[in-house]
């Protein structure tokens, strides 16, 4: 069993993402990419400081949804995309 201060240790190395940094990187990838006729949503989730993996979920309903598009990007404070992999190109 972990000791309790490697525990609150661990809790600690977790940051929140900020939510607007999180939008603006939302919108920038439909901005780049266009918004597909079925888009469901597009999650942005924090890998580690600056970095991002950001999954586009495409489907009639939430039941039959698939990724479509998935990229890892490097975004500063304010969410502006400052790289990405693959390069983001409009397919939309």
């Known amino acids: 069993m972990p000791k309790t201060d490697q525990i609150q240790q661990h809790q600690n190395d977790e940051r929140p993402v900020p939510e607007a940094g999180s939008s603006a990187i ?3 990838i439909i901005a780049a990419l266009g918004k597909p006729a079925d888009l469901l949503k ?5 890998l580690w400081e600056r970095c991002y993996r950001v999954n586009v979920f495409v489907g009639p309903d939430a039941t039959s949804c698939k990724v479509a598009h998935s990229y890892f990007l490097e975004a500063d404070g304010n969410g ?3 790289s990405s992999s693959p390069v983001l ?4």
């Open 26 to 28: 939302k919108e920038q």
């Open 42 to 46: 597009v999650v942005a989730r924090p």
């Open 80 to 82: 502006k995309i400052l």
């Open 89 to 92: 190109a409009r397919m939309y």
